[in-house]
């Protein structure tokens, strides 16, 4: 297996909203050339201006390799209130938009981001890494699972097509191909 590169995690800037756009626009296309029923026909200016929001309010990471944004994921505190309960699910980090550059698909990178990810609720003292997905991607479900999410529920509610929740404890896990901009990588 060929050595995993090492990825420098940094907060969005400004400057990478349209890299950002392309990721997921790219992610898009992939989706719907597979016949997968997931951000197809639905996806417009507001899902744009929500990504420029979430980099605005400095909850969108990239992933660069090389100097090249490669992947990004969103975390933050905001339960989509559709799915999750806070007053009964209590308190998590949730995981939203985690895309990766078709280019770099299958070197596991989605896998180490959502562990990164894992460590990010972990240092922030939440219990929980949670996150959506569309009721009808089985396959992204099976993905989850077999990165160690549970299966909470599924929400069925009017107008949204997610709605499989899953959660995954926070407990520490060592992932040493992802170093923060201005820090060392795990030893």
């Known amino acids: ?54 980099i605005a309010n400095r909850e969108t990471w990239v992933f660069e390799d090389g100097g090249e944004v490669i992947a990004t994921v969103t975390l933050n505190t905001r339960p989509d209130l559709d799915f999750w309960h806070p007053d009964t699910d209590g308190p998590a980090l949730y995981l939203y938009k985690l895309l990766v550059a078709r280019h770099r698909a299958g070197e596991g990178l989605g896998a180490d981001i959502v562990n990164w990810s894992v460590n990010q609720a972990a240092r922030h003292g ?10 009808t991607n089985e396959g992204l479900q099976r993905y989850y699972r077999e990165l160690g999410f549970e299966h909470v529920r599924t929400v069925v509610v009017d107008g949204r097509d997610s709605g499989a929740c899953f959660q995954r404890e926070a407990v520490p896990t ?4 992802i170093t923060e901009a201005g820090t060392q990588a795990d030893a």
């Open 1 to 54: 297996m060929p050595e995993r590169p090492v990825l420098v995690a940094r907060l969005a800037v400004e400057s990478d909203t349209d890299r950002v756009i392309e990721l997921r626009a790219e992610s898009e296309r992939w989706l719907a050339e597979r016949g997968i029923q997931q951000w197809t026909a639905k996806w417009d200016e507001v899902g744009r201006e929500k990504i420029r929001r979430n």
């Open 126 to 135: 939440f219990p929980w890494l949670r996150l959506d997905v569309w009721r």
């Open 174 to 177: 060592k992932v040493d191909n």
